[in-house]
């Protein structure tokens, strides 16, 4: 069983960073493409970022291209989502994910999910 959990999500004022964790369960991410989503509050679970099994490859949702950087640590099996200049439109709760190709972008793709961890940024 894939167990995912996420951690380090906060408050954070808006232009500051914050780095967040999943944690996966024996050797997810070096076998799965590993992924974050956001869910706003009223809004639809939205793509933020992937990476694929080896960490050669990534992609971006416009949104957060150039503030956000994906990374993971096979070793560790922890995936990695550092955000810089965070904006107020940034916060939601972050959810880490795992599929099996890192090009999708659609959360019906990702077959595991974690719990989610709650990010706030204020302005």
């Known amino acids: 069983q894939v167990q995912l959990v996420e951690s380090g999500g906060g408050l954070v004022q808006a232009g500051g960073s914050l780095r967040l964790s999943c944690a996966a369960s024996e050797r997810t991410s070096s076998t799965y493409a590993m992924g974050w989503f956001r869910q706003a509050p009223g809004k639809e679970r939205e793509f933020v970022v992937s990476?694929?099994?080896?960490?050669?490859?990534?992609n971006y949702a416009d949104s957060v291209k150039g503030r956000f950087t994906i990374s993971k640590d096979n070793a560790k099996n922890t995936v990695y989502l550092q955000m810089n200049s965070l904006k107020p439109e940034d916060t939601a709760v972050y959810y880490c994910?795992?599929?099996?190709?890192?090009?999708?972008?659609?959360?019906?793709?990702?077959?595991?999910w974690g719990q989610g961890t709650p990010v706030t940024v204020s302005s």
């Open positions: 990476i694929n099994w080896s960490g050669s490859s990534t």
């Open positions: 994910a795992a599929g099996t190709f890192y090009q999708k972008t659609q959360d019906s793709d990702y077959r595991y």
